[in-house]
């Protein structure tokens, strides 16, 4: 895997160094899994997560995060919710707080329609966030090793 990483590998890659809570070599490994397949819409979802919503300042680009969040958006006609939940964390660190909550309320909704009441709570919780004025960074600490 290490002679040649697909962008798949390196999905896998980033989604596993996210969880430990290493958050700078995540960005490099879905940066690259994007480089190699533009339209990985996982890759470009999770990336635009990590960079908006990163614990660590100095991993954060709200305008990348917004860029790739959009992308994946775009892809997929703007019918994802965990997609559009991901543009509105983009939106609130890019410090757009009207088109966070706008976006927020509309995955709430579609998540209600798709009767899916953990990823409307978590949208709800969001909200609040951006209600008040404040973006949303992930909270959850990495695994004990």
Known sequence: ?????????NYQLGLAQTVIGDYTNAVAALRQAVTQQPNFVDALNDLAWTLA???DPNVRRPDEA???AMRACELTTNRVARYLGTLDAAYAAAGQFPQAIATAQRV???AQAMHDAGLAKMAGERLKFYQAGQPY?????PPNR
């Open 137 to 141: 960074f992930q909270s959850f600490a």
């Open 66 to 68: 917004l860029t790739a």
């Open 108 to 110: 709430v909704e579609m």
């Open 53 to 55: 919503t990163a614990p």
């Open 1 to 9: 895997l290490r002679a040649k990483p697909t962008a798949k590998v």
